[in-house]
């Protein structure tokens, strides 16, 4: 059953605390058993007092005393054990949450961008939130209160049998009676609560949408348009979810009712065996103790199964997340690569996406240690892929890419990248300090070594003129500081990690012709003695390249430096007096 299969897997969840958890089941096995007893000695008294006329007073103080002794050593073990069960299941319960958490985060963040490109970030939030407290919940509850009930109908109830077999008998018809019901409710309800939840996820995600892009809202008067959009996913899900509330309102009303109509249907049978002699009154009361106690907590495992039918479509996004696997898998015998001298080949590469057309075709590229080479074309030839393909954000479809020989398939990923900086059109900054966004490529840099980069790349006197200096906070992507301000960090931020391998992606196609004289002055300092790919659609930014590689329909149409090009006058001379005209048109 799908509902058992999900329950064991986030039990199973709990594998590094398993003597724990085995402590925990015992714990509850003694606990079962000792609740179980206080209705037996309750029996016992009234046993005891329904005869005592015939007894000696000796006799009768004598036997009571011992019961009550009895009665108190229970009441005692059974605080004891409540006690235990209640710190060390609290215990782990939290532990877990932020050890899976944790693990979460770790492995959503090692998915590739392909993941990341179908899948909203808003999403993935709420998935991790909502998947951990649920977790933490099933935990906490299975552990502090339904393994008891587990154990007390598995293996206590049967042991009614040996008191009398015919209550119980009807005790064990009643409980499995109710379970019956209960499961029926849970194959009702599971699928209509999966669209709920798929509802839940939809909303998130376009609330994280249009928080992140709240300036294009209120430019485009979008804000009627985006509530409007919003409310309508709030009347789904409520269409929705008020008929699986519906179900489990009947069930708890149900509930309520099986405790009255199980004592009552227990004194009945009760009564009509005690007038045969078949039970004694004493028996009757533990029976109707049985009964109050396990119905109790059956009614207590309705709530937790509905909670649980609640939470089952969480926790499958969270294990479907859990379970996405790499599309670029790193090999068991990885080399850990140190620092590459920064050779990079390209040989014969193709690649597609998955179901889509070819991409990229029979590429080849040969960049020795310290060459710079431009990769130019119209959007969508195939430039940006090239470069993913080199940081292995995907693995080509056929050929293969190599650095200092090595095949990036047989690297692991870690060493590669480490080897490869990044700046792109768009800095990508955090929401933290300029310190720590820059620490971000190399997190054992000095004060010494941060000012360094940054006056190379031309940017520590806008951040010296700040208040808080290197610990200034810039905002969610560095919002508080100009364009050009926030690619000199990203350039600082490449210096700094001093990677033998360089990509700038059109790094400075969205700045203004002043601030790229100084970013480009930042950018030569940042290039020199590496490797570097420069992916541009400005081709004056190209002209000191030693090689030039035209790309269109996902070929390398033409190649060489930018007066043999030209000179050749083919589709780079094209590209080039295209753009001449554009720049020398009037405003």
Known sequence: MRFLRLYLRVLQLLGPDRWIAYGLGFAALALAGLQFLEPVLFGRVIDLL????????????????????LWAAVGLSAIGANVAVALLSDRMAHRNRLTIMARYF??????????????QSGRLMKVMLVGADSLFALWLSFFREHLTTFIAAIFLLPLTLIMNWRLGLLLIGLVVLFALVSAWVIRKTEEAQGHVETLQSRLAGNAQDALSNVVVVQSFSRLASEARMFGEIVRQVMDHQFPVLNWWAVVSVLTRAASTI???????????????GEASVGEIVSFMGFATLLIGRLEGAVGFVSRMVFW????????AVLDAKSTVPEKPTALN?????????????????????AILRDVDMDAPPGRTIALVGQTGAGKSTAMALLQRLWDPSEGRIT???????????????RNIGVVFQESMLFNRTIRANLLIGRPDATQEDLERCCRMAEAHDFIAAKAQGYDTMIGERGTSLSGGQRQRLAIARALLKDPPVLILDEAT???????????QRALRALMANRTTFVIAHRLSTVRDAEEILVF?????????????????????????RTQLTGESAPA
Request: proline share 3%.
């Open 552 to 576: 269109e329909q996902g070929r390398v149409m033409e190649r060489g430096s930018f007066a043999d090009l030209v000179a050749q006058d083919g589709r780079f001379a094209e590209l080039v």
């Open 50 to 69: 329904s005869r005592s006329d015939r007894m000696s007073s000796a006799s009768l103080w004598t036997e009571a005393l011992a019961l009550l002794v």
């Open 403 to 417: 650095l200092d020989g090595h095949d990036l398939r047989d690297l692991t990923l870690d060493s590669l990248r």
């Open 337 to 357: 690569l140190q620092r590459a001298e920064g050779a990079v080949r390209f040989e014969n590469v193709s690649f597609a996406y998955p179901g889509g057309p």
């Open 106 to 119: 770790e492995h959503v963040l090692s998915l590739p961008v392909s993941f990341h490109g179908d899948t």
């Open 312 to 319: 089952m479509p969480s926790l499958e996004e969270f294990f």
């Open 262 to 276: 199980t004592v009552i249907a227990i004194f009945v049978l009760g009564t009509i065996l005690h007038v045969r």
């Open 509 to 519: 196609s969205a700045l203004d012709a002043a601030t790229e004289a100084r970013v």
